[in-house]
């Protein structure tokens, strides 16, 4: 159940709902926003409202009849958002994270990054850990890829994306990445969600291949739940019976996780279609959608990449995007980094 406390609660009155809730047996996740607090109770006995209904100070109790708590709106109303440093995401600006799949080699990492760096992105993406579909393909360059992906991000003053395959690498990828991707493959796997949920670092949930909105929130709760409340889901495609495309991208995703979940939505058009032809068009419609954010695979030269060549942009294709997108999100209401970096005369 939510617990709305009235906007003139006492601190006092507050700790006395929560006590009572402990008593009842739940866990208790308390939430102030602008106006008033907010307290969510999940798990143990499904108490009488009406006890708490009766305590000074509180407004109303509502019942959350969706199975996720936490990451509902009605235990949390106002959009989440996630802020690294000096970075906000869910906020008005659409943020856009890019780069290779796979760091290959220091040349490669440095020049994508400088090209993402320069069209706009604020983070920069990038697997030294890969989920590969066949054992025999290329799997990452580990620990080494991670140093040349976090110092190029240092360089330019980026942010890292990169994602956590197993919890074996948890203390390393908190070393050097700012946001831990979970990626489709690994979307239910529960014990690794519940030790991110013990941790503090962003994560970026990526919905799994054949999952529904539903066990996607149900996974974000598992982390939330912990006490992790720093959660953003990203829309990467799901596998339906065309095969034209990779996955098929799924843009209704968006405005249906908005109306049940306050936790920010990013969108991955690189995995979400397989093809670089159709990144740019599903990005723009990403936006237009409401993302709060973007996924997308960059590399200096697709060609020759490791992993994922033919989805990925070239970085003059990257530039092009960015230009367009800084016409669409306006329209919408969004800000985006308005300028190149490079117009407004950064260099490093
Ligand atoms: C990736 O981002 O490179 C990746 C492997 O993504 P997904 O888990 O969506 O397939
Ligand atoms: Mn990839």
Request: aromatic content about 4%.
């Amino acid at each position: 159940m939510v617990v709305v406390m009235q906007e003139r609660a006492t601190d006092e009155q507050v700790q006395r709902v929560i006590a009572q809730l402990v008593e009842m047996g739940f866990d208790v996740h308390r939430s102030t926003g602008a106006l008033r607090t907010v307290i969510g109770a999940v798990g143990g006995r499904q108490g009488d409202p009406a006890l708490i209904e009766v305590l000074d100070g509180v407004k109303e109790v509502l019942r959350i009849t969706e199975p996720y708590k936490l990451a509902s709106r009605t235990f949390k109303p106002e959009n989440t958002v996630v802020g690294i440093g000096d970075l906000r995401i869910g906020g008005d600006e659409v943020i856009v994270m890019a780069g290779p799949c796979s760091a290959e080699t220091e040349e490669q990492v440095e020049a994508t990054t400088a090209a993402v760096k320069r069209a706009g992105a604020k983070v920069l993406r990038g697997g030294a850990f890969k989920p590969r579909s066949s054992p025999y393909s290329f799997q990452g360059l580990g620990e080494e890829g991670l140093r040349l992906l976090r110092s190029a991000a240092d360089r330019h003053n980026l942010k890292l994306v990169s994602e956590i395959m197993d919890l074996s690498q948890l203390d390393l990828m908190e070393k050097y990445a700012d946001i831990l991707q979970v990626g489709a493959r690994n979307m239910q796997n529960f014990t690794l969600l519940r030790e991110l949920g013990r941790c503090r670092t962003p994560v970026l949930l990526k919905r799994g291949i054949s999952a529904t909105i539903e066990e996607w929130l149900l996974s974000a709760e598992y982390i939330l739940a912990g006490g992790n409340m720093n959660v953003m889901l990203c829309e990467r495609g799901i596998r339906t019976f065309e095969s034209y495309t990779r996955n098929t991208l799924d843009i209704s995703a968006i405005p249906v996780v908005q109306k049940l979940s306050h936790l920010p939505i990013l969108v991955d058009p690189s995995h979400g279609t397989g093809r670089r032809d159709k990144v740019t068009p599903m990005a723009r419609a990403a936006v237009a959608a409401g993302a709060d954010g973007l996924l997308i695979e960059v590399h200096s030269d697709p060609d020759h990449a490791r992993s994922d060549g033919a989805q990925s942009l070239f970085p003059s294709q990257f530039d092009r995007l960015m230009a367009e997108l800084r016409i669409i999100a306006p329209a919408i209401g969004r800000s985006i980094c308005l300028e190149p970096v490079a117009r407004r005369g950064w260099s490093r």
